[in-house]
Nanobody
Framework: VQLQASGGGLVQEGGSLRVSCIAS????????MAWFRQRYGKEREFVAA???????VYAEAVKGRFTISGDDAKNTMYLQMSDLKLEDTAVYYC?????????????????????WGQGTQVTVSS
């Protein structure tokens, strides 16, 4: 099982960027999917999740600016990021799991996710 994240890069403050995560040897639509990020010197934090049930959850810091989505045909999930801020600079990780979290606490807990991508760096400049 492999998750391959890509699409990171350098973007100016206020700009937009889309990161992708393609899965192999698992069907993403059968999993809870999520994005986490890790800023320099900080712990990994929850960004967004798309549950198998269909519900979507966002961290307060990105609500209204980021959108998580998936393409079943491409077995790929995306994180569209808009109105980027300096504090969005981080390594972004995709994750997937079949435990089907039903609580927010579970959904936002990185330890609940079994499969992880390698991370893609997003840098927002002023």
């Amino acid at each position: 099982v492999q998750l391959q994240a890509s699409g990171g890069g350098l973007v100016q403050e206020g700009g937009s960027l889309r990161v992708s995560c393609i899965a192999s040897r698992l069907t993403l639509s059968n999993y809870d999917m999520a994005w986490f990020r890790q800023r320099y010197g900080k712990e990994r934090e929850f960004v967004a999740a798309s549950r198998y049930s269909g519900s979507i959850v966002y961290a307060e810091a990105v609500k209204g600016r980021f959108t998580i989505s998936g393409d079943d045909a491409k077995n790929t999930m995306y994180l569209q990021m808009s109105d980027l801020k300096l504090e969005d600079t981080a390594v972004y990780y995709c994750a997937a799991d079949r435990h089907y979290c039903t609580s927010l606490q579970c959904t936002k807990n990185s330890e609940e996710y079994e499969y992880w991508g390698q991370g893609t760096q997003v840098t927002v400049s002023s």
